[in-house]
């Protein structure tokens, strides 16, 4: 039976709250989900990061959820996405640690995911990487794009007021694959009303094993 786990990973600012969510059968991966940004209301708990964490149980991947920095019971003061991207890799960390023969899924939404692009462009350990509602006009810093080398799922809605479908298709498609680029139609940057479309390329994905192809 499938299960969730609430527990607490060291992080570089201190204790990070989490959820591991087990899948019904031994895990076949490990994977790490980002929340949306702190400072707007992002946490572990969203709709968007808790329906990309079940997608991945359904698929046989045990699914970290966590709070950044300052979040919830997680210590520390949000530090502008600088000090959040080690958190992402404290995440990464106690992933490896836990399920060390597994290979390793990195994702998550809007804040989340542009957090999750620069963790994977540092560290190695991530096979595969999923992308979802990109804030591509919140960002710097696309070159980040071009370093990721690993499969990746881009799902983003057509209507995204941070980055629309025109936008993400002129910068994903040119990259080189394995790269998969989802547009959700008439969906905005919450996939409002929109979540089982999102859940379902996401979960379509999975089932494909993408970090078989890293």
């Given amino acids: 039976m499938a299960t969730s786990e609430s527990l607490d990973i060291p992080g570089p600012a201190g204790r990070l709250e989490a959820i591991l969510m087990h899948p019904e059968s031994e895990?076949?991966?490990?994977?790490?989900?980002?929340h949306a940004h702190p400072l707007h209301g992002g946490m572990m708990h969203f709709k968007v990061i808790f329906r990309a964490a079940k997608a991945l149980q359904e698929n046989g991947v045990a699914a970290l959820r966590f709070?950044?920095?300052?979040?919830?019971?997680?210590?520390?003061v949000h530090d502008d996405g600088r000090?959040?991207?080690?958190?992402?890799?404290a995440a990464l960390d106690f992933a490896a640690r836990r399920f060390a023969s597994l290979p390793l899924v990195l994702g998550g939404f809007s804040f989340g995911a542009a957090m999750a692009l620069h963790a994977a462009a540092a560290d190695a350990r991530a096979r595969a990487l999923f992308v979802l509602?990109?804030?591509?006009?919140k960002m710097n810093d696309l070159a980040v794009l071009q370093a990721v080398e690993t499969p990746r799922l881009f799902v983003q809605g057509e209507r995204d007021e941070f980055g629309d479908g025109e936008r993400?298709?002129?910068?994903?498609e040119p990259l080189p694959p394995p790269r998969e680029l989802r547009v959700i139609p008439d969906s905005d940057h919450f996939f409002t009303g929109h979540l089982d479309e999102m859940q379902g390329e996401l979960s379509r994905w999975i089932a494909g094993r993408p970090w078989a192809a890293a």
């Fill in 168 to 172: 993400i298709r002129g910068l994903v």
């Fill in 27 to 34: 895990p076949v991966a490990a994977g790490v989900v980002c």
């Fill in 133 to 137: 509602g990109l804030p591509l006009t």
């Fill in 83 to 89: 000090g959040e991207r080690d958190d992402v890799r």
């Fill in 67 to 76: 709070n950044f920095r300052g979040v919830g019971r997680s210590e520390g």
